[in-house]
């Protein structure tokens, strides 16, 4: 389905389209025409507008997607007691089945990775590569309190390495799904989605996840802004993944932003370099 809505975003020309999924309207692009299928999957507090940069130069040669999570972006937006790792998985699940994808090659961002490694941990056979991008695959993974309560679209530009790089226009890109206070609380449930203890609902999900990165048998390649986090952790991802590569690029957590002309070229690198 296609549908005229939102204003124009700067370098964010793609037509709108959407899916319905578990009673939800999700809204992807979907560009290029190649036969291999490159899904992008974002993160908090972001939207598919994060991927405006590499959907281009993905789609020469490659079917490029991108969706927006539910209550990101231009997707629907449902009662806050929803955002829980469940429903968010299954949203990301049920968008690769109801597009009939094959072979897909994943590219993964914060919250995406867990989201989409569901998926893929189920799923082995129907994916291809995968690139990830400062993420958390493991049970253990936490941010500090006094972080999560900063997380808002500003915080894009504020734990920047190159803020110039990241400019007013696309600041109101990322504010514009948040536009009152009911809203906001989708980003604001995401630092409670970090599980805490065994009976968590994130808990048995991610430990799974976790459980099954030894045992993936596809090309991986970590693309990791070190400039603020450090390397250990994609270290020990790359470690635990085999035969993975790891990129360090001197960027912030959202690296996509702060250093986008070294993430295309390392991503097209490793679409090149398998043949995928």
Not at 2 to 27: A, C, K, M, N, S
């Amino acid at each position: 389905m296609i549908r005229q809505g939102w204003p124009y975003f700067e370098g964010y020309p793609f037509p709108e389209r959407w899916v319905h999924l578990d009673g939800l309207e999700i809204h992807y692009v979907d560009e290029g025409y190649g036969s291999r299928p490159v899904l992008m999957v974002h993160g908090n507090p972001v939207w598919s507008y994060i991927w405006r940069r590499l959907i281009p130069s993905i789609a020469a040669g490659h079917r490029a997607l991108a969706l927006d999570l539910m209550g990101f972006g231009k997707s629907d937006k449902p009662h806050p007691s929803l955002h829980d790792f469940p429903h968010h998985a299954r949203i990301v699940s049920s968008f690769i089945q109801s597009l009939g994808l094959r072979n897909v090659v994943l590219i993964l961002h914060d919250w995406g990775g867990p989201f989409a490694m569901q998926y893929m941990v189920r799923n082995q056979q129907n994916i291809a590569g995968l690139v990830l991008m400062n993420t958390f695959l493991t049970t253990d993974y936490r941010i500090p309190p006094n972080v999560a309560a900063k997380i808002t679209p500003s915080i894009i530009k504020e734990a920047a390495v190159h803020p110039e790089n990241i400019s007013e226009a696309a600041l109101e890109a990322y504010w514009a799904p948040f536009p009152d206070e009911e809203s906001k609380k989708v980003y604001q449930a995401f630092p409670r989605m970090f599980p805490d203890s065994p009976t968590h609902p994130s808990f048995k999900p991610m430990r799974e996840i976790e459980q099954s990165l030894p045992s993936l048998k596809v090309p991986t390649l970590l693309v990791w802004g070190t400039a603020r986090s450090g390397p250990v952790y994609a270290e020990r991802l790359s470690k635990m993944i085999p035969d993975s590569r790891l990129r360090p690029v001197k960027g912030g957590h959202f690296v996509q932003e702060d250093a986008p002309g070294e993430v295309e070229k390392l991503v097209l690198e490793f679409l090149d370099d398998f043949s995928l």
